[in-house]
C-alpha cells in the first residue's frame, strides 16, 4: 500500500465495542476501534488512490445534476453512514464528517488527545438520544389558492371586482394578489414556526438548519423548513407521532412534511 | 436493539433508506470536523465540500454567470470551471464551448424576421442585438440568438418593475380617493394593455415568469 495507506475515521466511541464485523467504507477492510484515554475512534484502512477516485465520481456527479446521481457514486456516502449506523445500534456514536482521513493510529492517538475534552461532552449529550429531522416543502402558489379558498374576505373581494368596469377590476385584482402574496408569506413563516415548535416538544433540543434551494433537492416544493432535533431513545415514538399529525394536518394545506431518523446527531457536533 | 424495535414499531421510522439529499445535508456539511496534521489531506475531498458549498450558497448567481443566455442551462454544469474540468476529470470543457459557440449565420435573419412582426417594443430589441452580435460575435463566441433573448431578458425584467412601482402607485391613489371614476378606468386599462403586451412579447421569445428577474448577488433578487 505504501504512501496510499490511511485511515477513514467514521466516528468516536465511549468505550471500546464489542468485537466487530461492519465492512469499512471501502467494502473490504473492517472496522476497527484505536482507544484512547477517554474514547476510541472508529476507523478502517482504506487505499488513498481507490477512495479519491471515488470520491472524483462522486464530484463530478455533484456538479454535473444532482437528480441524476449515480447509485454508485452515493454508495461511498451510504457507506459512511451504514458503519455509523450499526455502531449506533449497540452505543453512542460522535460522527465524523465524510471524508476525514487520519495518517495512522498514531494520528488516532493524537486526535483523541487534542479533542478529549470536547469529545467527552459530546458523548455526554448524545447518551440515548439520535437525531432526526424534519424538512418541509410548499409551493406558494398552491398556498395563495388553499388560502383564497378558506379567507372570506379574500372571496368577498373578489365579488367585488366581478361587478367592476374592465380597468378598475384589473387594479383591484393586482392589489388582490399583491395582498394574498404578503399574507401567504406571513402565513408560512408562521406555519414553520409552529411546526418546529410542536416537534421540539418532544425533542431534547432543536435546529433549525438552513433551507437548501431547489435545484439541491430537485423537489417541485420550495424547501420552507430544515429542522433537526435531539430525541430520547423513549420519546421517538411521540416524536415520529407528532410528525405524523402534523403531516397529515399540513398536508391539507398542500404542504409536504419529511421526517427522517434516526441519524447519528452529525448535525449537533458544534 | 432497542432501538431496532422502536423503529420497526413506527411508520414514519419504517423508511430509513436515506435519500441522496439527506445524506448531502448531513454527511458533507455537518459532523465533526477534526483538522491538524494528523489529517491525510485528499484533495478531492475539498472539491466535494466546494461544489457542495457553492450548490448551497449561490447556485443562482453561479448558473447565471455560467450559462448567460445559454438555452440548455439544465445540461452543463455551471460550476465547473475548465480548470477544475481538466485537471481532474479530464474531459475536455473546450468541446462543449466550441460546440455551443458555432455561429449560425441564418440565425440572425431568422430571428429578425421573425421577430419584425412583433410589436414595437419588440422590434427595437433585435436592432440593438444585431450590434452587440456583430461587436461581439466572432470573439467571444456568443450565440447571436442567446444575447437577444438575454436582453430581452433585461427589457422585460426591467419593464415589469416599472409597471409593478407604477401600479402599486396607482392602487394607493385609488385607495386615497385622489381619482375619479373615468381615471381609475383609463389607468386600469392602460395597465391591463401593458400586461397583455408583456404576455405576448414573453410568449415569443419562450421566456417564463420566473426568468424575469436579476440576480444582484448579496442584495438578493430584483424582484
Known amino acids: ?270 | 436493539m432497542k432501538q431496532q424495535t422502536i423503529k420497526t414499531s413506527d411508520e414514519i421510522a419504517r423508511k430509513r433508506n436515506f435519500t441522496l439529499l439527506e445524506l448531502l445535508d448531513r454527511l458533507l456539511d455537518k459532523g465533526v470536523m477534526v483538522k491538524g496534521e494528523i489529517l491525510l489531506s485528499v484533495a478531492d475531498i475539498d472539491l466535494v465540500y466546494l461544489n457542495l458549498g457553492l450548490l448551497l450558497s449561490s447556485v443562482k448567481s453561479i448558473e447565471a454567470a455560467a450559462s448567460r443566455g445559454d438555452d440548455d442551462e439544465a445540461k452543463r454544469s455551471p460550476w465547473q470551471t475548465p480548470t477544475y474540468e481538466e485537471e481532474f476529470l479530464g474531459e475536455p470543457q473546450l468541446e462543449a464551448r466550441r460546440k455551443d459557440g458555432v455561429p449560425i449565420p441564418l440565425l440572425k435573419e431568422d430571428s429578425q424576421s421573425e421577430s419584425s412582426q412583433e410589436e414595437p417594443l419588440a422590434r427595437a430589441l433585435p436592432a440593438t442585438d444585431e450590434g452587440l452580435g456583430h461587436i461581439f460575435g466572432p470573439k467571444t463566441n456568443i450565440d447571436p440568438k442567446n444575447v437577444e433573448k438575454g436582453l430581452t431578458k433585461l427589457v422585460l425584467t426591467l419593464v415589469d418593475l416599472l409597471r409593478k412601482l407604477m401600479e402599486k402607485q396607482a392602487i394607493r391613489r385609488v385607495e386615497a380617493g385622489q381619482l375619479n371614476f373615468e381615471e381609475v378606468e383609463k389607468i386600469g386599462n392602460t395597465f391591463l394593455l401593458l400586461d397583455e403586451r408583456m404576455e405576448q412579447i414573453k410568449e415569443t421569445f419562450g421566456l417564463k415568469d420566473e426568468e424575469l428577474n436579476l440576480d444582484l448577488g448579496p442584495l438578493g433578487e430584483l424582484l
Open chain 1, 1 to 270: 500500500m505504501g504512501s496510499s495507506y490511511g485511515l477513514y475515521a467514521y466516528g468516536l466511541v465511549g468505550k471500546n465495542p464489542e468485537p466487530l464485523d461492519i465492512v469499512g467504507i471501502d467494502k473490504k477492510n473492517k472496522v476497527y476501534s484505536v482507544e484512547g484515554k477517554d474514547g476510541c475512534v472508529m476507523v478502517s484502512e482504506i487505499d488513498i488512490d481507490t477512495f479519491q477516485d471515488q470520491v472524483k465520481k462522486l464530484v463530478s456527479d455533484l456538479a454535473g445534476s444532482v437528480d441524476t446521481v449515480q447509485r454508485e457514486a452515493e454508495e461511498i456516502l451510504q457507506a459512511h453512514e451504514n458503519v455509523l449506523d450499526t455502531l449506533m445500534k449497540s452505543t453512542t456514536v460522535v460522527p465524523f464528517q465524510f471524508g476525514t482521513i487520519l495518517k495512522d493510529e498514531q494520528a488516532a492517538l493524537t486526535m483523541l488527545q487534542d479533542y478529549g475534552e470536547k469529545f467527552k461532552s459530546l458523548l455526554a449529550k448524545f447518551i440515548g438520544r439520535s437525531e432526526w429531522g424534519m424538512k418541509v416543502y410548499a409551493n406558494q402558489q398552491e398556498f395563495i389558492h388553499y388560502m383564497v379558498q378558506i379567507e372570506p374576505e379574500f372571496k368577498h373581494l373578489e365579488e367585488k371586482r366581478e361587478g367592476l368596469s374592465k380597468g378598475a377590476a384589473y387594479l383591484l385584482r393586482r392589489k388582490i394578489e399583491e395582498e394574498l402574496k404578503d399574507k401567504a408569506l406571513t402565513r408560512l413563516a408562521e406555519v414553520t414556526e409552529v411546526i418546529f415548535h410542536t416537534l421540539g416538544k418532544d425533542a431534547y433540543e432543536g435546529k433549525v438548519n438552513t433551507t437548501l434551494p431547489q435545484k439541491l433537492t430537485g423537489k417541485k416544493k420550495e424547501m420552507i423548513l430544515n429542522t433537526v432535533y435531539l430525541v430520547e431513545r423513549e420519546k421517538v415514538a411521540t416524536f415520529c407521532k407528532q410528525g405524523k399529525r402534523l403531516m397529515e394536518h399540513y398536508g391539507a394545506m398542500g404542504l409536504d412534511l419529511e421526517v427522517s431518523g434516526p441519524w447519528p446527531p452529525y448535525s449537533f457536533t458544534c
